[in-house]
């Protein structure tokens, strides 16, 4: 194995302290462990004030990721610090297992997801019909409910196909990304990519979110905290058991802690305060929920944000592909946070009649239009002389000021037309929420100046922005969509779940010697790849996973 992307196993080192329980014996002696510790770093606590910010009251109250909820899948004598310590605790054994192991764990998970679906499709059902009461009193959001739904065509399927894709894609853990000879007599640095750690994931409906997000943790040996919003309690609590159940058949007990459940606002609000455990939060919500988890807690947010894409037709835009690519956008799954929310259109596209031909097509799907005045005019004017124009009049209504900044997440979209490229970045770079947006154009100059002009974590030329999804990028699944400009951003699959470490193997070398001039640093680059003694611990591992000590 040669070349940057070169994996390291990394095998635990050899301890006096050895699990002692009998069970899972085989898979346990690969992870031979010493003493847990904390997370190092000071533990300064934060005075934290966790109220409900004004923006979630559209999911009020029961859609809140801190609402309180009835229900716990946690014992009630574990108290949240001790959540927080099993999960570091759980974390340190996960990131000395093999590979190997970790994918068993996984096809683990999957079977005993798939031995118990019609249980968690009845705690589905059981919770679609409690919402669906809530969004009747109004105290639910329909986005919410559609999101919330495990039950339709194909959804458990595919829930299950992405933990055989995940499984079938290289460990992120222990690839050497730089080797650097140091010194020619045997120092030699390498650079190692590992485990972030514990991550918590607060989310809203969605619950195959959970299973995503848990088994991206235990591929890339995280230790994943997962809340809910409590209008998937049933579900969640549903899933969560079957996983923990798979990973405890495959590993043991004492792996399990590496995905818990957590279902109140008091459990996620003083879990926020414990940054001597936690390593990241991953809030996937609003925009007002990242901005909230970031001034209350100490712990790094990764930030999945509201989805406000947004599309620019260029001048020069092919008519049909403007038709498709907006079309499949807005209309394909308007709840999605990928979804079209915003049309720009160059007037003199609007003029040919591209603008017009892309209403049509929308109208049809009976999806409002919310238009500034020029487009508003044009497309009046339009209905006016249409055949059958009178029968869209409901679909169009002119934009208010607030549409430009609002993630509608329905069959709604604004419209405004501008004079140049240069007008749609602005719009762009001022009310979107750089998560993906895209141009459509022939124009391949104009198309690469958008690309670069426009601050997103993704930027597409004559493609759906329903494409920023991390299994569509083949990442398997993904935490989330982050905007974040630094670690990760875009659709966080594995590799934006692990970090790095430095590793200094010398032959007994001192500084002094490089400081007195008896030895000279030679800094020379040599192939990212496993050493030697790595590759034989591997086959060792490898062999006692198969056929035992």
Known sequence: MSGLHARWVACAPASSRRPSRRHHKRTEQLVQTGPFRTHSGSPVRAAVSLRWPHEWRRFAPYASPFEDATMSTMDDSVSIVQVAQQARQAALLWQTLPAEAKDQALLAVRDALAKQREAILAANRTDLNDAEALCQEGKLDRVLLKRL???????????????????????????????????????????????????????????????????????????????????????????????RQGIERSLGPRYTNALQLITTRAEIAELLKLDQYLDLVVPRGSQALVRYIKANTLVPVLGHADGLCACYIDDEADADKAVRIVVDSKTQYPAACNALETLLCHRRAMERGVLGQIAMALWQLNVELRADDAAYAHLRHLLSTAANGSGYDRYLKKATTEDWDTEFLDYIMAVRVVDSPEEAMAHINEHGSHHTDCIVTENAATAERFLAGVDAAGVYHNASTRFADGFRYGFGSEVGISTNRIHARGPVGLEGLVTYKYRLYGQGHVVGDFATGVKQFTHRPIPARWRPEWVALSQQASQMMHHGP
């Open 149 to 243: 739904d495990l039950n339709g065509a194909g959804k458990f399927d595919t829930l299950l196909a992405g933990i055989d894709q995940l499984r079938a894609l290289s460990d992120p853990v222990g690839r050497v990304t730089l080797a650097t000879e140091l010194a020619a007599d045997g120092l030699e640095l390498y650079r190692v990519t590992c485990p972030i750690g514990v991550i918590c994931v607060i989310f809203e409906s969605r619950p195959d979110a959970l299973v995503q997000i848990g088994t991206l943790g235990l591929k890339s040996a995280n230790a994943v905290v997962l809340k809910g919003g409590r209008e998937a309690t049933a579900t969640n609590q549903a899933l969560t058991a079957a996983m």
